[in-house]
Structures are given as structure tokens and as C-alpha cells.
């Protein structure tokens, strides 16, 4: 009976195509449309900022350079990625991502949490040669950053088109975002304060490349790292225990404890 | 070649189609003349002035006899298209091996931005799957469309407008990622107005295939093209959704997707995944359901199998993608569908391998003397291996180990050379002949070699990837007995770098073997023509003598 209908179907081209999109479209919907509609899915995390346009020109240089090939950016609920990388990301981490930069491959390790891990000037002195302060290192050295001055007059396009897909910038910061982006990496200038005052006194400001005279990609990239996971403290805050590895019952039995494992 | 089976009008009708572009690269060049992206409107514009000259030149060239068209099939394209998926090949296999050769020697990119890991290594994967892959499906689906429906494609400049339309938006990705234009979406790099050409040319596609379908002499459709019209189908479904986003501006190349966090995460990977079941997986399985029972001259095992498999194929794919998200911030439950879906996908991918393998009951004498033969029953062993090595990495707990490390990379690769790359060999040594009407391929000795130096370098680099992925996962979760963690990211690091030279010798064997091809395939084209007999079989109107060999056996 099944084989007569299918007889039927391969005999005509659109209906065949139909069949096609109405099989393939089921997976797709059921998975995807209700992340859209389940609250739950994305926490609440009321004190979430958006990017400062210095490191959101950062963000874009991580991308245009392919970190995310060698880096993600999600620590998973394993007790290992716990006590290795910092508590394990939420969905709320990444809600102003577009996209996420959630990775696939560690030939690195997890960027979630690198934030105010180490110095400006170790992360200036780690991608200009990471075998400088990582013999064994097989990174590879990203010296023209520090070369290559930081195109602002069009940062306020780039915050504006994220304003158009639902990360709350306001006109005001879409504005300022050229001032803004000098500003942060400009500790003496008059543009720095107008960035605490519109982001907050979180947000920080430093020469972050050691450089005051010119804004360049390694200021945006640096000041980018060192926000990596201090946009919320919702992690911080209320979540579970991580899970055991599978083979943990092999291992000794200890509480978590966070070790210098990096 | 190209133009002589065209008319008059048809040439003046490409020549129009290559004056738009040229306007739409003009525009583009001037909107972003402050941005790469007028770099990519230049390279457009200069491409189809160029391509607008050569027509020119050649629009007075004699005209071919239109009457005899409905009985010719349309291989022109085929040819071209053959010709590029091997140039792909070469480029996206010789990009893989110095990025590989890059993780274990950093120093090889010369501190220049452009041969750096990060741009090069998506110029690796789009060259291959799309630039190797996609050039061989079209060329490929082009033929097997023509013959299995016993009519000439429905078009004269379409063919070639899909084709270089197509080599078009491999050519803006992969210079755009050296550039460093890239939406780091992976396997959807490219940035808004490639995506948006690639639409208009897909559809193109879409309408051509379905069009020749049409004008079928048999009245069913051959399961391979059931493969051919999913990949086309899916994958402008999968590439639509995904690539959704907001540029800049209209002179800013550089875009931001509309979707984000979680939600992005889960369409990247319903996208991520299904890339490979429709491009990777459904548009190579159509070329296995016609090549290898034409090459075995042995017909189908089972019909009811086919079925199976593809709806099965069509239906659980879509749900598999989130297990790429296990442990992540993706909701629990979809992660647990993903898994659910992931090891039903078993059952159907074993239908397709085991429907190939036992198609070759009979032939197996013909499996060990024949190298091209040879090539597409290894591609179904391999299909096989890495859909259960697939299942089998989707359950959670073994995901926990798997994940972020080596192990993905080298399964990826299992079924990349080993399943895609193989079965794309063997049938392209299976087409060329016949194609250019010649008796056989230039070597026999050489095709021998070429088997030989695919499979170990294949061999060579999972073996390497599963070492590494394996130590890599347990270093990183290893505890002392105080409980804390036994090594450091570093550790885990040092330990790789024999495999990733054991890699990179892998991946070179298999350039070599990919060299090896594209010397014989070039030197049987410059033989000299078969007897005219040989060709007269493979005309719409012959029924195939022994063409039973695609129709299915009951």
C-alpha cells in the first residue's frame, strides 16, 4: 500500500518537492519557534548591558580574525568546564550577541569568563607573539593590530543596525558611539567620562594597547577580552551545581574547588 | 566551448544577463568604496566585463543546429563544472594542509594577516565543501537529471548561469575571508550580498532542475533525483533562515545577524548540521544511487530500502542539530530531542550504506579490480562508519568527552574524505569517460594510485584525530586525588602536537592523491575520441541497451 502511494508521488515533480518541505519543516519548528515564546529560556539578568562600541568594534575584529575557530565562548555544566573555566554560561550571557560566538572546537581555551583574568598589557603581549608569554603556545601572533588604527566614524551605523534588531542602544549612545569609543581607551581625555555615564560605572576605561596617542584594533580587541563575561553577574548567582563527568565515580571524590587549571 | 552551442540571441541574451551584473558589481564598488566590500564590487564588475568581452568576441562564431537539440543532451556545463570542482579541490585541500601545518608550526603564517589560521580556515572548508563539493553536485546532477529522465536540461544559458553564478559566490567568500569579511557563522561565513546572489542563483537552479524533470520520457522519477531535489530544496530553506541579517549600511559589507544567543546558537546548528545531511550527505547519496549501479552495471538491491531511507533521512535530519549544544545553555529539552533524533538517524543512514554494499552482491570481482568502483564501495563503507560514529558522538554523556575537542574534527573528516571526496572520485572517473566520449580513463595504474593515496591519507588523519580528541577530552577532565584539576589547558595542548603532524601528513597524501586525479582526468580529455559507436548509446532517445542498472530491482 505504502509502496503503490510512493509510486504515486515520484510521478509528479512539485508534489514530490511539497513532501520534501513538509517533512524537512517539522524538526526545525518544533526545536526552534518556542525559544522564541518560553520564558525560561532566557533568564533575567537586569543588570545586562550592551557593548561598549570600543569593544563591540573589538567583537568584530575577534570575528574577522576567526578567534571563535579555536575559542568558544560556553562553559558547559560539566564539573571539569566549571572548575576550569568559571560558572557555566546562561542564555541571558549571550541575549545582545548577534551572533553568539559560542564555538565548537577548544584548540584554545574557553573565552566565557577571560574578562579581567589577566592584564591589558599581558593580552597586548600575548597577541602581538603568544610565544612570548606562552612558549608552547601555537596561536597565531596577531601583530598588525597594534599597527592598525581603529575605524570609528562608523560605529554609529554598527550600533544602530543592532538598535534595529532589538539591542537596546539608545539614540543617544548611537550618537556618541565615535566619542565614546576614543573615550574608552582615552583615560584623560574629556570623551572618557560620557562612557561610564552611559554604560555605567562598570565599564572600563584604559589605555588598553599602552598607547594614548592613537585608537587602534588592539584596543578594541583588548577591551572586548577584558569585558568577556562581566556584562551580568546572573552566573554568579542561583544556579545548580554542576554535573559530574560521566567517569567521575573513577576519580577521587573531593568537592569542586576552583584550581589553577588554566 | 562554451558559446558554440548557443545562438545568436542566446549570446545576446548572456551578454545582457552579464551587463546587470556588471552593474550590480558597479554599485557595489561605488557604496563601498570606503569598505572591502567595494573591492568585491570591483572584482565583480571586472569579472563580467571580462566575461562580456569574450561573448562579444565570439557572438558572430557559427551557430549550432537547433533542431537537433531535443535529441542531444546538454553536457557542456557538466564539463566546465568537472573542470572547477577539481580546481576546488587542489585550492580547498592545499589551504587544509598548510592550516593543519599551521597548528603545528604557528610561525607559518608569517605574521600576515591573511595566511593567518582563523581567515585561512574557513577558505579550507568553503573551498572544499562548497567550492569542491557544490562545483561536483551541480556538474553531476546536470548529467544524472539528463540521463535518468532521458531529456536535455530545460535551458541554454541557465546551466552556465547556475554554474558561474556559483563559482561567483565561492570566489566573494573565500577572498572575503582573507580580507577578513566573515559573519563567523561556520559553514555560512559569507557575508549579506554573497548570500543574497547565492538566492538568485539557487533558485535558478531550483526552477532548471524541476523544469528537466518535466520533460521526462519515463514516468517516474529516479531516487536520485528524490537526493538531488532535497539538497536543492533544504538547503535554500537551511541557507534563508540562517543567514538572515542586517547590514551596516548598504556600502558596509560587514552585517549583523537578526538572530542571537540562544536562539542564533540553535539556528546556526539546525543550519550547522543540516548542511551536512542536505549538502553533504542527500546531494552525494544522489550521485551514489546513480554512479555506482551504473558502474557495477548491477541495479539497485531494494527499492523499498531507498524509500526508507530517504524520508527517514528527510524527516530526522532536521531534528539533530541541537546536539551540538549539549551541556550548553540550550534548553534541556531540545538538547534531549537532538540526541533522540541523532541515534533514530541510524536507522536510515544504514539503509543508504547497506542498500549501496548490497547493490555490489554479484559485482565484488569487479569491486577488487576496479579501482574507480573501488573508490565509491569505500565511500559507502565510510558512509556508513561516520553515521554511526555520529549517533554514537550525539548520546550526552559521550558528548561530555568529545565536544570542543579533536574527536569532531577527525569525524567530520571520516566522512568528509572519506565518505564525500570518495564517492565524488569515483563517480567523476565513472563520468569523464563517458563524457568526453573516450573508452576509458588515460590510467588505470594512476586512478590505483590515486585510491591508495586517498584511503591512507583518510586512515592517517582520523586514526591522528581520534588519538588526539580522546587524550584531549580525558586530560581536560582528569582530577588528582585532592580533587582538583590534574592538568593544565597548556598540558593538553603540548600533547597534541604529534597528531597534528601526523595530520598534516595525512591531509598532504590525500592532496597528492587529489593531484594525481586532475593529471589523468586532463590527459584522458586530450585523447584523441572513441569510435563514434560508443557515443551513439548515449543519446535521449536510445533506450539504455543495458541501462536497467538505475532501475530499481524489486
Known amino acids: 500500500m505504502a509502496e503503490l502511494f510512493h509510486r504515486k508521488i515520484e510521478r509528479t515533480a512539485i508534489g514530490f518537492v511539497l513532501a520534501i518541505i513538509a517533512a524537512a519543516s517539522v524538526g526545525g519548528i518544533i526545536e526552534i519557534a518556542p525559544l522564541f515564546t518560553i520564558d525560561e529560556t532566557v533568564e533575567e539578568a537586569p543588570d545586562m548591558r550592551p557593548y561598549t562600541p570600543l569593544e563591540l568594534a573589538g567583537r568584530n575584529v575577534y570575528m574577522r580574525e576567526g578567534c571563535y575557530a579555536c575559542h568558544s565562548q560556553m562553559i558547559r555544566t560539566l564539573r571539569d568546564d566549571v572548575d576550569r573555566y568559571g560558572p557555566y554560561s546562561l542564555a541571558v550571557e549571550s541575549r545582545y550577541d548577534h551572533p553568539m560566538l559560542w564555538g565548537s572546537k577548544r584548540t584554545g ?75 574608552q581607551a ?11 555615564e552611559r554604560y555605567g560605572d562598570e565599564a572600563q576605561i584604559s589605555a588598553f594597547d599602552g598607547v594614548t596617542t592613537e585608537l587602534t584594533e588592539m584596543d578594541a580587541l583588548v577591551a572586548y577580552l577584558q569585558v568577556l563575561g562581566t556584562l551580568t553577574d546572573a552566573a554568579y548567582e542561583n544556579t545548580v551545581a554542576p554535573e559530574e563527568a560521566p567517569n567521575a565515580e573513577d576519580l577521587a571524590a573531593g568537592p569542586a574547588t576552583t584550581s589553577g587549571g588554566r | 566551448m562554451m558559446v558554440s552551442q548557443l545562438t545568436r540571441g542566446e549570446r545576446q541574451g548572456s551578454i545582457l544577463i552579464a551587463a546587470a551584473v556588471a552593474l550590480c558589481g558597479l554599485a557595489l564598488a561605488i557604496a563601498g568604496r570606503n569598505d572591502p566590500l567595494g573591492v568585491h564590487g570591483a572584482f565583480v564588475l571586472v569579472g563580467s566585463v571580462a566575461l562580456i568581452a569574450f561573448l562579444l568576441s565570439r557572438l558572430d562564431s557559427p551557430e549550432p ?70 562545483n561536483a553536485l551541480i556538474a553531476t546532477s546536470f548529467h544524472v537529471v539528463q540521463r535518468t529522465s532521458r531529456a536535455r536540461l530545460a535551458g541554454q544559458i541557465s546551466p552556465w548561469f547556475v554554474l558561474l553564478g556559483y563559482n ?20 555560512a561565513e559569507p557575508e549579506w550580498y554573497a548570500d543574497l546572489w547565492l538566492v538568485v542563483v539557487w533558485v535558478t537552479y531550483f526552477v532548471l532542475y524541476l523544469r528537466t524533470i518535466a520533460r521526462r520520457k519515463e514516468p517516474h522519477i529516479y531516487v536520485a533525483n528524490w537526493y538531488f531535489m532535497a539538497f536543492i530544496v533544504v538547503v535554500a530553506i537551511l541557507h534563508i533562515v540562517n543567514n538572515l541579517a542586517i547590514p551596516v549600511s548598504l556600502g558596509h559589507a560587514w552585517s549583523y545577524p537578526i538572530w542571537s544567543g540562544v536562539q542564533d546558537a540553535m539556528v546556526q546548528w539546525w543550519y550547522g548540521h543540516n548542511a551536512v545531511a542536505f549538502f553533504l550527505t542527500a546531494g552525494f547519496l544522489g550521485m551514489m544511487y546513480y554512479y555506482l549501479p551504473k558502474r557495477a552495471e548491477r541495479p539497485i538491491f531494494s527499492y523499498r530500502l531507498s524509500i526508507l531511507s530517504f524520508w527517514g533521512i528527510t524527516f530526522f535530519y532536521m531534528w539533530a542539530g541541537s546536539h551540538h549544544l549539549h551541556y550548553t545553555a540550550l534548553p534541556h529539552w531540545v538538547q534531549t530531542l537532538g540526541m533522540t533524533f541523532s541515534i533514530m538517524l541510524l536507522v536510515p543512514s544504514w539503509a543508504s550504506a547497506g542498500n549501496a554494499i548490497l547493490t555490489l552482491n554479484g559485482a565484488w570481482h569487479k569491486v577488487r579490480d576496479d579501482a574507480t568502483l573501488r573508490f565509491m564501495f569505500v565511500a559507502a563503507v565510510f558512509y556508513g562508519l561516520s553515521t554511526f560514529e555520529g549517533s554514537f558522538l550525539a548520546i550526552r554523556p559521550v558528548n561530555s568527552l568529545s565536544h570542543y575537542t579533536d574527536w569532531t574534527v577527525g569525524h567530520v573528516h571520516a566522512g568528509a574524505l572519506g565518505w564525500v571526496a570518495l564517492i565524488t572520485f569515483g563517480s567523476i572517473y565513472t563520468l569523464v569517460p563517458s563524457l568526453w566520449k573516450r573508452e576509458r580513463m588515460y590510467s588505470a595504474a594512476l586512478v590505483e594510485v590515486h585510491f591508495w593515496l586517498a584511503l591512507i591519507g583518510t586512515l592517517i588523519y582520523v586514526f591522528a584525530m581520534w588519538n588526539s580528541g580522546i587524550v584531549q577530552g580525558l586530560m581536560w577532565r582528569t582530577y588528582t586525588e585532592s580533587g582538583t584539576l590534574a592538568y593544565s589547558f597548556l598540558d593538553s595542548l603540548v600533547a597534541m602536537y604529534p597528531y597534528y603532524i601526523a595530520r598534516t601528513l595525512g591531509g598532504f597524501l590525500f592532496l597528492l592523491g587529489a593531484i594525481v586525479g586532475c593529471y589523468n ?6 585523447a584523441s575520441p572513441a569510435a563514434a559507436e560508443t557515443a551513439l548509446k548515449d543519446l535521449p532517445d536510445a533506450r539504455w541497451a543495458e541501462g536497467t542498472a538505475t532501475t530499481p530491482a524489486e
Not at chain 1, 186 to 196: C, E, H, N, R, T
Not at chain 2, 102 to 110: G, T, V
Open chain 1, 109 to 183: 581555551p574557553d573565552l566565557a569568563r577571560i574578562g579581567g583574568k589577566y592584564s591589558d598589557i599581558w593580552h597586548v603581549a600575548h597577541l602581538t607573539n603568544p610565544r612570548d608569554v606562552v612558549p608552547q603556545s601555537n596561536m597565531p601572533s596577531y601583530p598588525w593590530l597594534a599597527r592598525t588604527s581603529l575605524r570609528t566614524d562608523d560605529l554609529g551605523l554598527h550600533l544602530a543596525a543592532q538598535q534595529l534588531i532589538g539591542v537596546p542602544y539608545t539614540d543617544e549612545m548611537i550618537a556618541n558611539a565615535a566619542r565614546d569609543a576614543l573615550g
Open chain 1, 186 to 196: 582615552l583615560p584623560d581625555s574629556d570623551y572618557a567620562a560620557g562612557v561610564q
Open chain 2, 65 to 134: 543546429d537547433v533542431s537537433r537539440r531535443p535529441s542531444e543532451y546538454y553536457d557542456d556545463p557538466i564539463k566546465v563544472g568537472i573542470a572547477l570542482s577539481m580546481i576546488w579541490a587542489v585550492f580547498g585541500m592545499f589551504v587544509g594542509v598548510w592550516v593543519a601545518a599551521e597548528l603545528a608550526w604557528p610561525s607559518l603564517n608569517f605574521n600576515t594577516a591573511w595566511l593567518s589560521f582563523g581567515r585561512l580556515r574557513p577558505a579550507h572548508t568553503t573551498g572544499v565543501i562548497f567550492g569542491f563539493g557544490g
Open chain 2, 168 to 187: 561567483l559566490f565561492c570566489f566573494l567568500a573565500v577572498t572575503g575571508y582573507l580580507m577578513g569579511l566573515t559573519q563567523s557563522k561556520e559553514y
Open chain 2, 521 to 526: 582526468i586532463w590527459m584522458t580529455v586530450r
